[in-house]
Every structure is written in C-alpha cells, then in structure tokens.
C-alpha cells in the first residue's frame, strides 16, 4: 500500500483513534493528508495573503473553492487557477484536458457560469519532447474548452529547461453569477441528502497522492483520468439549471469521494451507503469506489423534498443521479458497503492534518556571465520562442463562443470580455521563473506587478488575483524559503494595489528526473474591470513614449536566463507600477494612445516585436532613455513601472507623468516600412528575426 | 508484401468516452442486452515489403512504440495481417 | 418568425444565435432536441458546437435523432431551415443536405475571421444582400467535400474568398472543395455554412465593426 504519509503522521492517527486504521481509512487519511488536498506544508503561510477587501463577495474559507467578487449590478466574478502538472507530464493530452475539466466544475460548483478560460503553458523547449508535450497540451485544453463552449482568451507559454521533465500547465477560469445566487461549498445543517452525478470508474485512483509525490517514471497508469469533454458539458448545463435548489455543491476532483464528502460536512459529519455509488465498471471494491477520482462528478447536499427535481435535470440528459447519503450532526465521516462500515473516521481528524513548516534557507547563487555584443543578443532574444507569435496555439481554441470577447488573443496583453451586465473585465495570467529564481520575493512582488500593469493596458484596473503556488520539494530548504518568499512578495503587493488574493492552489514536488526542482515559478492570475473605455490596440505612425524608469537590473531576467545575469536583481517599485498604470488608464480614456506595452519580458527589445511585425520601422534614441546608460540594460532590463505607449501626443504624457510622480521621455518614432530598428540612428535589420518571431510555433509544431 | 493492420485502443480499465457514447446513445435502446461494450479507437495500415508474416508485423510494433504511434500509458495496439500481391488487399 | 433554436447535448451556440437572431426581431427561442414539435415554427436554426461530443464524426450521432426527423419534414416543407457549423454537420449526416465535411487538412482546430462570396442569390436567406460577408470560422471537421465537383459549385452559397470576392485556394482555410463554405439544397430553402453569422453580428465583436452575419438571419425576421 503507497501511502504518501509521513511515520509521525501515521503516528498521530493511530494515537488519536486509539486503534489501528484499516487500509481503506489510510487511503481517505491519505488522500484528505496529502499536500494537494491538505496544504500543510504552506497553510501557515498562505494565511498571510490579503484575501479580503472592498467587493469581496466570499472569501476563501478552504483553500480549495473560488472565491468571489462584486463587478457591479448584483453580478459576481468567480476565479480560479489550477494546474494539472503531473498527469500532463504522463499523458499530455489527456492530463491537460481534464485540467480543463476540473476547474469548470470548481467554477460552475459555485453556481457561476464559466464565461473564460486562460492557459499557462511551461515546457522545456522545442525539442522532440518538448514539442510533444506542446502539441497535445494545446489540442487537450482546446478539445476540452471548444467542446464545453467557453472561449480560452488568453495565456502564456514559456520555454525553459527548468521544465523539461516537469512541464507547467496552468488553466484559469473566470465565471459569473448573480450575487444572490452563489452557492457555498459546504454545509451548516445536518439531515441534507448528499447526491452524487455522473459514474463512477476505476480512472484516477490515488491522483491526490501523485500530485503530492515527484514523479516517478514507473508505469503510473493509475493517475491519468481520460477526458469526457462531452460529459462535462451535461454537468455544466445540468448543474446551472439545478444550481437553485441545492443548499451546496462540490465537484469531484483530487481524493475522489473522500475528500468531496469530508470538506462538504466541513465539521459536521456524513454516513455514505457505497452501493448507491453509480458504477461504470462492475465489481469495483467499496475502497476503489470512495478514492476514485473519476472525472466529470458533482456532489450536492440537497433538501429531501428536492431531490426529484435536480435528479430529473439529469436524466433529461441519460446522466446518472443517485442519493447516496446524507449529512449528519454526530462529527463522523462514515462509509459503508451493504449495511457493512468500510470507513468511519472523525471528521475534525480528517480536516486537521498537523501543519508543516520545514527548516529555510537562502540559497548561495553564481551565475556565469557570458560576453555579448548587443546585436547578437537582440537577435538571440528577438528569435526566443518565449516571445514568438503565439497564434499556433489560440488559433486551435474556440475563443468567439459566447459573443463577448471584445479584445481576443494575440490582440493586446490581457484579453477583454463582456460580462452579462455590460460592463467589461480584462484577465491576464504572469509568471516570471527567471526573477522568482534570483530573488522569490521580489518577484512575488513582481508578477502581481506585471499583471496589475497587463490589465491597465487595455483600460482595467485589477479587482481580484488569484495565485498558484509551484515549487519542488518543500523539504528542500532552498524551495522552502523561496516558498515563503514569494508569498510575503504577493501579499505585500496585492496589498498595495487592493488586490485581494481570493483563491489560489499550491504544487509542490516540481522537479526534473535528476532531483532538481524547478525554478521557483509562483504564478498570479488577475482580473481587472474596465474603468470607461478600452482599448482595441492599434499600430500606427506615432512617437513613441517610455513611461517610467530604466534600471541597470539585467539578474532575473529573460536575458539572463541566456547570458548570464550582471548587475543588479530588479527590484518591484510598487509606487511606480500603480502610478504608471493610473496614467495608461486615463491615456486610454482620454485616447491619448493608439498602442501601449507594459515592458516585461524581453525588456524594451522584447516589447518592440509586435510594432515590427505589423510593417513598420522602429526608430529609438538610447539618449533619451532616463535611467541607466548602459546598452544592454536599455535594451533587457526587464524592471517595472514602465509602458512603452504610441502617440500623436507626446507632451501629454510628459505633462501628465510630471504631475504623477513620474517619468516619461519621448525615446523614438514608429514609421511605415520594413522591420529595421534604428538604435541611435545606425540600422539593424530585424526582417528574418520578425518573420521568425511570427513562424516559429507553426514552423516547429506543424 | 504484407497489408499490416495498426488498431489502437484504449487498455482495459481505461476509460473510452467515445466508445461509451456511442453505446449509450445510438446502439442502447434497440440493442441493450445483445451489445455489450462498445470501444472506439485508431486504425493505421501499413504495406510492408517483408520475407515473412511475423517480420511485417514485428516491423510495425517497433514504429508504432518508437514513433509513439500509441500512447502505452493508456493505450494498448493490435497488429494484424494478411500477404497481398502488389500492393492491392 | 417563430423560430426554433435545436439544442442538442454538447451543443454551445444555442444562447448566441438567440441573441443575434432577437437583433433582427425573429421570435426565437431554444428548444431542447427531446422536445422538439417541428409544427409549431416557420424556421429552425441548427447552432453550432459539439453535439454528442462530435464523438464518432461530427454531427452523426445527432443525425439520427428524432429531432432531425422533425427537421427533415420542415425542409421538405419548405420552411427555413438554417445549420451553423455543427449545424451544417448535422445536417450533412442527415442527408438533408449534400456531400461530407471531413477533419481539415491541417488536422487542426482553426479559429479565424473569414470572407466569403455570396454565390447564390436565388434563396430566401441570400435575396438581394452584399456580395462578400466578413464572418468567423472555428471548427476541427469543416472540408466540404463532394465527388462531383461540378455539382459543389452549383449547390455552394458561400465560397471563402479574399476581401474583393475573389475565390483562391490561398484563402481556403481547410481544403474545402471548390472553397465551398456553406451550401444548400436545390430549392433554398436549407442552408449550411461553416461561418458564425451570430458571431459577426454585433459590431463591437467584428475585426472591421460590420455586421454581416445579420444579412443571412435577417429572414428569421420577416
């Protein structure tokens, strides 16, 4: 039997019951134990993060629900983020796909509508594994969102070899509902029937377990769900049609039953009879049946009386629907098989595993430095497959369905929808492994940062964030402190913009075969409403303006990760990203710009690449730079608080910054004509490096 | 020569979404007790010029696991076939 | 007019085509397909998505619904009967309408806004609107394909074109025959197409702020 618990948790069980468990109570111990479910190694700390705050319409109370925000006119904005990294590592297609279908139910578990979808993808490169895992972790997430008919607006995809036996999937989702109509998670009274939709099979046992554990390259069969994009499309329509006569819902995800029956008493207790389990495989064991994580399957505590209904909404569809108990007031979670108890365990033992805070300590970095000119590292970055075109990949999405996608992928940084009420809200998801690697707290810092700016470039201004947390292994005391590092970085930044963290989800055990863990990659994900008009960006001549300071930073960036970081560890000036934004904001409002970029990855060089693909020419004049005179950093530096805007009117923005408290200084001009940068008017043709940047994904991936 | 058929399904215990479907919603009412299971999968045919059956056929698995014709997480393969004289089944 | 939208299981576009088709002041409304009373409407719109999981080959397990019986007895009518994508599938399988369309050559999901030629002015949906529509294309399963090429000409409503009309193979987007986009029967009465209209019919959602999709719904109106 693999248990992932420790001896001394074992210990502790065994002493609290006062006997010993039997197999199929270690499996539900297990499963409600494990990191994925549990988060005891990273509890104590994720209750640092500002989860409340003005619209904050429910706030997380587990760790694993979506929390919720005000958006204006009795609507409500759901968001959540999760990732689905080792099965995609096993099966990509599959393992991505039914990511896709997990955070669906986490959205519509809440009685929301699922209205968008973002996908975050880190692979190694594009060698023959990495284009693998590309390819059917694209065409996973796609067949799955097409399928159901919520549109994937938007995304990162990053190459690093940090990831390549350990691939990142990350897959967001936003959702609407009424206010008064969200459903909570869990119950307060007992006597509810708890009703279980959908079959039951033999897929996915033990997945909270391989979540939890590195990966182990052993046949691991076991832990990889097929995906049924069908069967989740009847469980978004069905669940939304039934969602107000039932008191709390729950989809099924990691830890199967167990874990869904247990967090839905959440304190109270339940008695489950197996038998009503509806079974796809025949002759499964009452102990297959209660940690089987089969996809596609919603919990519901239901009052007697409305039973009939929400199980006819179903059976319109030919899906089964099945009482198959009840909550109780006595604090056990029992489960029996044809009048025989299989598990009976106490509830408040199950919900409270000992926390875990593992020894920490700073790691000693070196990094080798390698000389480049700085024609050969423009071209080098220009063509790095972090920044390419991405429209291999959302090309294969469905991202017209539902009529509202006003801004769509590929357009601008954040993608714009519409929601029910009129209004607009732009989403966007950053992660930054090259920062977070030389310095985790200041990037946490950061990525809040970056997506605070992404959503002010297309008029937004960031309401809620959620954040996934993706480390290795805790107990290794480097990952550790760059776990807690970067979480007091995003508490403190979230802080600052009023950004409330209203869900998020830890992963820890990302490594590569040789043990090594992955650089620190925490991500944030965060939506931001529209404050008066947005912007459909555009290209056109114009001069262009640098908002902001450029900063000798060049450790932690995308440069780096090829060159070798010199100077100094971009440091995240909160003042000057929010004051930077407010201006964009306004800029927009006012039309004062045609075309805005906050300045990431790739640094000024990197943000050109979208100017230069649309038929035009870039002229820039480093002089006019403020800040650093040293050329690679002009060009690299990946530092906040800067936007590089296109404009008619130049003066406005320095009259503008001036009264902010901020910088600004025109660096150039944009004119029609091929792809040539004019750096301090010498010319570097850039065509094969654009027709590159535009090819790439197609080229290699076709 | 040698016509090598490549069929590729999910393994047992696998879950088959399209094979469930199908079963459920085209065959279940007419056929319910005569049909059993229903698996859909992948067919891939090959013409190898080989001396012999087993040589044909050995050829082909080795593609299909070298060239990750199949997924052998979740997939399994049979391979079939049947000499044919110039090409023609 | 009373116009049914068929909502089958997996179907997405079914609210979309609603609100598209209540611009153009057609009485609408979805109907799921167990339910599905063709007497009762002058005009049925098939919506586009992933009926039955598109399991099998698209739109064929839909096919064989008693919906698409009721369907058939509507064309066969002479009522309007118009399939979006999947729609177009379906009715396809149905032999409601002529010809194939299998996997794109490309063997990929595309999503990308298109134009098409209207070929065809002799049906109630085409009478006497522009001559090239601005509208999108999403789908996996959407390569037009019938023997007779000759034949897919004469049937071929819409043809991907360039911006002028013009129909060349660099504008086809999955390998469709003669860049057939939609066709219909010989009366045209029923159409099919691949492109959303629902989709370019609000002009804060169109690349260029057009609302061709409107041209070939605003019959539902009458």
Redesign the interface.
């Known amino acids: 039997m693999m248990l992932t618990l420790s001896s001394k948790e074992m210990e502790l069980v065994r002493s609290t019951l006062d006997r010993e468990p039997n197999e199929a109570e270690w499996k539900v111990v297990d499963a409600l134990w494990s990191e994925h479910c549990s988060y005891k190694s990273s509890k104590t700390f994720l209750r640092s993060l500002p989860t409340t705050g003005q619209g904050v319409i429910m706030s997380v109370e587990d760790w694993q629900d979506a929390g919720a925000v005000d958006v204006g006119d009795g609507w409500a904005l759901v968001l959540k983020v999760e990732s689905h990294n080792h099965p995609s590592a096993?099966?990509p297609y599959?393992g991505a796909a039914t990511g896709v279908g997990g955070i669906l139910r986490d959205i519509i578990s809440k009685g929301a509508r699922p209205i968008a979808l973002l996908d975050m993808i880190r692979v190694g490169g594009l060698d023959a594994k990495g284009k693998?895992l590309l390819k059917n972790i694209i065409a996973g997430i796609a067949s799955y969102g097409n399928s159901v008919g919520v549109p994937v607006v938007g995304g990162e995809l990053s190459f690093d070899p940090t990831y390549t036996d350990n691939p990142l999937v990350d897959v967001a989702c936003v959702g609407v509902v009424k206010a008064s109509e969200i459903v909570p998670s869990v119950v307060r009274t007992p006597g509810l029937k708890l009703v279980l939709v959908g079959f039951t099979?033999?897929?996915g046992i033990g997945g909270a377990s391989f979540a939890s554990r590195k990966l182990s390259g052993m046949?691991?069969?076991g832990a990889?769900?097929?995906?049924?994009p069908?069967?989740g499309k009847i469980l978004i329509d069905a669940t939304l049609e039934v969602r107000g006569k039932v008191e709390a819902m729950k989809d099924l995800g990691g830890g199967g039953l167990a874990v869904a029956v247990t967090e839905m008493a959440n304190g109270l207790g339940a008695r489950v009879q197996l038998e009503m389990v509806p079974l796809?495989?025949k002759g499964m064991s009452p102990e297959e049946i209660i940690i089987s994580e089969?996809q596609e399957r919603m919990l519901f505590a239901v009052k007697s009386e409305n039973v009939q209904e929400v199980c006819r909404a179903f059976e319109d569809y030919?899906y089964p629907c099945e009482v198959i108990g009840e909550i109780v007031s006595e604090p056990r979670i029992t489960f029996t098989y044809e009048g025989k108890v299989v598990v009976d365990l106490p509830s408040q033992l199950l919900l409270s595993p000992p926390l875990f805070v593992w020894p920490m300590n700073r790691k000693v970095r070196t990094e080798e430095v390698k000389e480049v000119s700085v024609r050969e590292a423009l071209s080098t970055i220009l063509l790095h497959p972090d920044l390419g075109n991405k429209e291999w990949a959302y090309s294969q999405f469905d991202y017209e369905v539902g009529v509202s996608t006003l801004v769509k992928p590929g357009q601008a940084d954040s993608a714009v929808i519409e929601l029910p009420n009129g209004r607009q809200i732009a989403v966007k998801g950053d992660a930054n492994q090259d920062l977070c690697e030389v310095d985790a707290y200041e990037c946490g810092k950061a990525i809040v940062a970056e997506a605070f700016r992404n959503l002010a470039s297309v008029g937004a201004r960031g309401i809620a964030a959620v954040d996934h947390l993706q480390f290795g292994d805790p107990r290794k005391p480097e990952v550790y402190q760059d776990f807690v590092d970067s979480i007091r970085g995003i508490s403190e930044a979230a802080k600052f913009f009023s950004v409330p963290i209203v869900g998020g989800k830890v992963s820890f055990h990302n490594e590569d075969k040789n043990g090594n863990p992955i650089k620190p990659t925490p991500l944030i994900v965060m939506a931001g409403l529209v404050e008066g008009k947005y912007l459909k960006p555009r290209v056109e001549e114009g001069w262009l303006v640098l908002l902001g300071i450029t900063r000798n930073e060049l450790r932690g960036t995308l440069f780096s990760r090829l060159f070798g970081g010199r100077g100094e560890v971009a440091r995240a000036r909160l003042m000057e990203d929010l004051l930077a934004s407010e201006l964009i904001i306004k800029a927009i409002n006012e039309s004062k710009l045609t075309w805005n970029k906050d300045i990431n990855k790739g640094g000024l060089a990197g943000s050109l690449l979208p100017i230069l693909a649309s038929g035009h020419a870039v002229h820039i004049n480093t002089k006019a730079v403020i800040g650093t005179r040293d050329p690679l950093s002009i060009l690299f530096s990946e530092s906040g608080g800067r936007f590089l805007v296109l404009t008619d009117d130049p003066q406005w923005f320095h009259i503008q910054a001036s009264r902010k408290g901020i910088v600004a200084s025109t660096i150039g001009k944009v004119t029609k004509g091929k792809a040539s940068l004019f750096l301090d008017d010498v010319e570097l043709p850039l065509e094969r490096e654009v027709e590159r940047y535009l090819n790439m994904l197609e080229e290699e991936l076709s | 020569m040698y016509a090598v058929e490549l069929i590729i399904v999910?393994?047992d215990?696998?879950?088959?979404?399209?094979g469930?479907?199908?079963k459920?919603?085209?065959i279940e009412e007419q056929y319910s007790g005569i049909i059993g299971e229903v698996k859909?999968g992948k067919y891939v045919r090959f013409l190898v010029e080989a001396k012999s059956k087993d040589e044909a056929e050995s050829l082909v698995k080795r593609i299909a696991e070298e060239k990750?014709l199949f997924?052998p997480?979740?997939h399994k393969i049979i391979v079939r076939s049947e000499r044919v004289e110039d090409g023609s089944p | 007019m009373r116009t049914a939208v068929l909502k089958f299981p997996g179907t997405t576009c079914e609210e979309d085509v609603v609100k598209a088709l209540r611009l153009v002041k057609a009485e609408a409304e979805v109907v799921k397909f167990n339910s599905f009373d063709p007497d009762r409407y002058q005009g049925v719109v098939i919506p586009g998505g992933f009926s039955?999981?598109d399991?099998?080959r698209a739109g064929t397990?839909a096919a064989?619904s008693e919906a698409m019986k009721g369907v058939r007895e509507m064309a066969d009518q002479g009522k309007l009967v118009l399939g979006i994508c999947n729609g177009f599938q379906i009715l396809v399988e149905s032999g409601i309408l002529k010809g194939a369309l299998l996997p794109n050559l490309k063997l990929r999901f595309i999503t990308k806004w298109t134009y098409v030629r209207v070929s065809r002015k002799d049906t109630p949906f085409t009478r006497g609107i522009k001559d090239v529509l601005l509208m999108p294309i999403a789908h996996a399963e959407g390569r037009y394909y019938l023997e007779d090429e000759e034949e897919a000409r004469e049937l071929a409503v819409f043809q991907y074109s360039n911006p002028s009309g013009l129909v060349v193979e660099e504008v086809n987007p999955n390998g469709s025959v003669q860049n057939v986009a939609g066709i219909a029967n010989q009366a045209g009465n029923v159409i099919g197409l691949m492109p959303h209209p629902e989709r370019a019919s609000f002009s804060k959602l169109t690349p260029d702020g057009s609302t061709d999709g409107l041209e070939i719904l605003r019959v539902f109106g009458k």
């Open positions: 096993v099966d599959n693998w099979g033999l897929d046949d691991e069969i990889v769900q097929i995906a049924d069908f069967a796809r495989v089969t030919n | 999910n393994k215990g696998v879950r088959d979404p399209e469930e479907t199908i459920r919603f085209v859909a990750r997924n997480i979740v | 039955f999981g399991y099998l397990i064989n």
